[in-house]
């Protein structure tokens, strides 16, 4: 049991929510990170002939987001060998060739070297459990039973585990995925919905050398999309309708090569399937960002369709403002959890996250519909965006987490 009262304290201690643990823990506050699932073991290292294989679950981390790894220390510690930057992005049509009737962004049109990197979750949260420093104390693992928030005169909120007993902070953030239970605790409500498809996804080997682009093909069942991994080997998107994709994921591993090169256009090249798994699309968006001293951020904040890849720079962006604004109120000598602030921080990231919900929405609705006048509209438009100079020049530096 413990009755130690924390500066913050994290419920969830996945990429989002160990980002805030090591930025607030370097400006000297006291931070306890609450998590249900602790890391597998070490991943060999990389001279290690028996390093492990690369992870399902993988993420496109754009410009802005590494920068705000780089500034908490984290982006200098993650191993080479799990890292793929990639330089160009491609958005086309059906069968089209992409220099015909296609639109790509690439690093060197806005001056950079790189646009992004492709890296494992598990490699990115791995890197910040190991820089936690004296203080943090990780409570792991460990399941949230119930909340209690006192009044603003106590100045700090409750969760009770059952491994741990009681544990207080000042700030309670909720960091816990779209299924957050402390927002539930909190009684903050959320909207949404659960698409009518689903997605389907596979590393593979490839007869390529590591590549530098990631591409999507948009069909009318739904985008396939490419991202490269480190060495011969890439991560694949298929999305589909549920069913479809249910009976894909359950394929032996030559049977699935096969249907994803007769699906896949013909630059993926021969592939071999080295794991595969599935998972539904769903849009969720939280009524509130905060309630008393809980505050949500990442996916316990917002659910996005994974169109670009964009949910984890999006969680990066919340916890980069949120730590931003909560330790000017430090500065100041104000309230951790002032409500002036949390609200502050709720309007400004409730914008950028229904921009960008409601673009990948669109994008997804334009380009599943098989209405033929839609079909010429999307082919005539990607030509159009191709040749827009400023405007494309615009949309890859967004992409890449360069602009607002």
């Not at 090591?22 to 609450?34: N, T």
């Not at 890296?119 to 820089?131: F, G, P, V, Y």
């Not at 909207?191 to 530098?212: F, I, K, M, R, S």
């Not at 021969?270 to 001293?293: D, E």
Request: aromatic share 8%; proline share 5%.
């Amino acid at each position: 049991m413990t009755k130690k009262l924390f500066d913050i304290l994290i419920v969830g201690g996945g990429m989002v929510g160990a980002s805030l643990a090591l930025r607030f823990s370097q400006a000297g506050l006291q931070v306890a990170v609450i998590e249900k699932t602790p890391l597998s073991s070490m991943q060999a290292d990389a001279a290690d002939p028996t390093e492990p294989p690369i992870d399902l679950r993988v993420s496109a981390i754009n410009r802005r987001s590494e920068q705000w790894l780089q500034d908490i220390g984290v982006w200098q510690h993650l191993p080479a060998t799990r890292l793929c930057p990639y330089r160009a992005l491609q958005a086309f049509e059906g069968d089209s060739e992409p220099q015909n009737q296609g639109l790509t962004f690439t690093a060197s049109e806005l001056n950079q070297p790189y646009l992004g990197h492709i890296i494992e979750n598990i490699s990115l949260q791995r890197a910040m459990w190991q820089q936690f420093n004296e203080f943090i104390t990780l409570f792991c693992p460990a399941t949230v039973t119930a909340l209690s928030q006192q009044s603003e005169v106590a100045g700090y909120a409750s969760v009770s585990t059952a491994e741990f007993g009681e544990i207080s902070g000042r700030l309670l953030i909720a960091a816990d995925g779209a299924q957050s239970q402390l927002r539930t605790l909190a009684g903050i409500g959320h909207n949404g919905w659960q698409y009518q498809q689903a997605c389907l996804v596979a590393t593979v080997a490839t007869e390529y050398p590591q590549q530098d682009i990631t591409w999507q093909q948009f069909t009318e069942q739904g985008p396939r999309a490419f991202l490269p991994l480190p060495g011969a080997q890439a991560s694949l998107v298929w999305y589909d309708d549920l069913a479809k994709v249910k009976a894909l994921a359950q394929l032996p591993a030559a049977q699935l090569a096969a249907e994803i090169q007769q699906s896949f256009p013909a630059k993926l090249g021969k592939i071999t399937v080295k794991q595969q798994g599935w998972f539904p699309l769903t849009r969720m968006h939280a009524n509130r960002y905060w309630q008393g001293r809980v505050v949500l951020v990442g996916d316990a904040a917002h659910s996005i369709n994974p169109l670009a890849g964009q949910g984890v720079n999006l969680g990066f962006a919340d916890a980069a403002l949120l730590a931003e604004l909560v330790l000017q109120a430090l500065a100041e000598g104000r309230d951790l959890a002032d409500s002036e602030l949390l609200q502050q921080y709720w309007q400004q990231r409730k914008k950028a996250n229904l921009l960008m919900m409601s673009a990948m929405d669109g994008f997804y609705q334009l380009f599943s519909s098989r209405w033929p006048v839609l079909r010429l509209a999307r082919k005539l438009g990607l030509t159009a965006a191709a040749k827009a100079g400023p405007l494309k020049a615009w949309v890859g530096a967004y992409a890449a987490g360069l602009k607002d």
